[in-house]
């Protein structure tokens, strides 16, 4: 199976301060068809997960565009460009290129400074 | 507006079974794979299983940590999505989250499932 490995596993921020969060891949996530199924998912405290960016760097609809993932084959990364207080959670990255199983990264704790 | 909704958790002796149902409305129900994720408490996600629709055969797939002790299934009439888990132990315990999509992008609220004696 694909192990996803996310960086660093808890981030500090203060309000406004842009941050990033590394997702390094066991195998690259190209497809055969030219995707890269790679996503990202935030949960808030005491909340369901929800999504962020698909395919890397597709942002869902209703998502603010501080938000933004980038990167190839095996590493990717999620930005933040100004932290605000509603972004404190969880964060995790999931692949689908290798899939089933869909796996998901260990997870990276942003919090406030 | 997208809903999803989870029902069937609770509390489970070892080695009992468990039937987990996911409502949803607010989308074409028919034409979207259905997975359940579940997360241990103060853990990660992990998924558990998919299935997919009737165009492509309503094909099932499952977690191999968990493979013969799930079925995942539908009811496209009534837009939900099933997960039977028998056979339940003390690491099964978790909340078990309904989402949708091949790339997750409705989740419901989740269902609480404890296995303990």
């Known amino acids: 199976d694909v192990v996803l490995t996310q960086t660093p596993p808890t981030l500090s921020a203060t309000i406004g301060q842009s941050v990033s969060i590394s997702c390094r891949s066991s195998q690259s996530l190209l497809h055969s068809n030219g995707n890269t199924y790679l996503h990202w998912l935030l949960q808030r405290p005491g909340q369901s997960p929800q999504l962020l960016i698909y395919?890397?760097?597709r942002l869902e609809s209703g998502v603010p565009n501080r938000f933004s993932g980038s990167g190839s084959g095996t590493d990717f990364t999620l930005k933040i460009s100004g932290v605000e207080a509603e972004d404190l959670g969880v964060y995790y990255c999931v692949q689908g290129t290798h899939a089933p199983p869909w796996t998901f990264g260990g997870g990276t704790k942003l919090e406030l400074k | 507006e997208v809903q999803i909704l989870e029902t069937g958790g609770g509390l489970v002796k070892p080695g009992g079974s468990l039937r987990l149902s996911c409502a949803t409305s607010g989308f074409n129900f028919n034409d979207y794979f259905m997975n359940w994720v579940r997360q241990a408490p103060g853990k990660g996600l992990e998924w558990v299983a998919q299935i997919r629709n009737k165009n492509y055969n309503y094909a099932t797939y499952y977690a191999e940590s968990l493979e013969g002790r799930v079925t995942i299934s539908r009811d496209d009439s009534k837009s939900s999505v099933y997960l039977q888990v028998s056979s339940l132990r003390a690491e099964d315990t978790a909340i078990y989250y309904c989402t949708r999509k091949w790339y997750f992008d409705y989740w419901g609220q989740g269902v609480m499932v404890t296995v303990s004696s």
């Open positions: 395919l890397v760097s």
